[in-house]
T-cell receptor, first 117, second 114 residues
Framework: AQKITQTQPGMFVQEKEAVTLDCTYD???????LFWYKQPSSGEMIFLIY??????QNATEGRYSLNFQKARKSANLVISASQLGDSAMYFC??????????????FGSGTRLLVRP | NAGVTQTPKFQVLKTGQSMTLQCAQD?????MSWYRQDPGMGLRLIHY???????DQGEVPNGYNVSRSTTEDFPLRLLSAAPSQTSVYFC?????????????FGPGTRLTVT
């Protein structure tokens, strides 16, 4: 079963508008973490934002915020005031315990965002 | 502070050849891992290490070997390359700070096996 689901393969947004990228997750672990990464066309993976399962408030990092709805198991990324440089692939990931000694990240399939001028 | 470095950036191999992808980090992180990214997909874990001398398999380990003789280096070896191993390979290093587990990724190695 999919542990991280990103249902939007591609999205468009007008420059300066806000956009929400969806992510739902599935875990039975009470302690987990959720991440968003940006992958521009150059290929590198850029960390954007993190939300811990016990965090009471939604995480924010500059223009990025994470809309964390624990009961719904969703962790949507909100980008405010979109810029042309935001055009990229965006991956949602969940930290999951692995082999009792470490953690691994489970990645979703990604959403390609295109910002229109 | 270079972060995570990977070499080479690009590589073309013929089926059956072997090679080693290099990865190094200068952040003194204990955790290091290798992922592969296939077209249109997220990353899948190949192997990981929790410290020098300690490695273990991830989700898709077949056809790959790793070793960790130092904290800094974590090479990935392809034993006998197959076209199914055509992918982009990312090395990552991690620290566990409280509840947070942020992975720092290298720039990736694009591998084509013909």
């Amino acid at each position: 079963a999919q542990k991280i689901t990103q249902t939007q393969p591609g999205m468009f947004v007008q420059e300066k508008e806000a956009v929400t990228l969806d992510c739902t997750y599935d875990t039975s672990d009470p302690s987990y973490g959720l991440f968003w990464y940006k992958q521009p066309s150059s290929g590198e993976m850029i960390f954007l934002i993190y939300q811990g399962s016990y965090d009471q408030q939604n995480a924010t990092e500059g223009r990025y915020s994470l809309n964390f709805q624990k009961a719904r198991k969703s962790a949507n990324l909100v980008i405010s005031a979109s810029q042309l440089g935001d055009s990229a692939m965006y991956f949602c990931a969940m930290r999951e315990a692995w082999m009792d000694s470490s953690y691994k990240l489970i990645f979703g399939s990604g959403t390609r965002l295109l910002v229109r001028p | 502070n270079a972060g995570v470095t990977q070499t080479p950036k690009f590589q073309v191999l013929k089926t059956g050849q072997s090679m080693t992808l290099q990865c190094a980090q200068d952040m003194n992180h204990e955790y290091m891992s290798w992922y592969r990214q296939d077209p249109g997909m997220g990353l899948r874990l190949i192997h990981y290490s929790v410290g020098a001398g300690i490695t273990d398999q991830g989700e898709v380990p077949n056809g790959y070997n790793v070793s960790r003789s130092t904290t800094e280096d974590f090479p990935l070896r392809l034993l006998s390359a197959a076209p199914s191993q055509t992918s982009v390979y990312f090395c990552a290093s991690s620290e566990l700070a409280g509840d947070r587990y942020e992975q720092y990724f290298g720039p990736g190695t694009r591998l084509t096996v013909t």
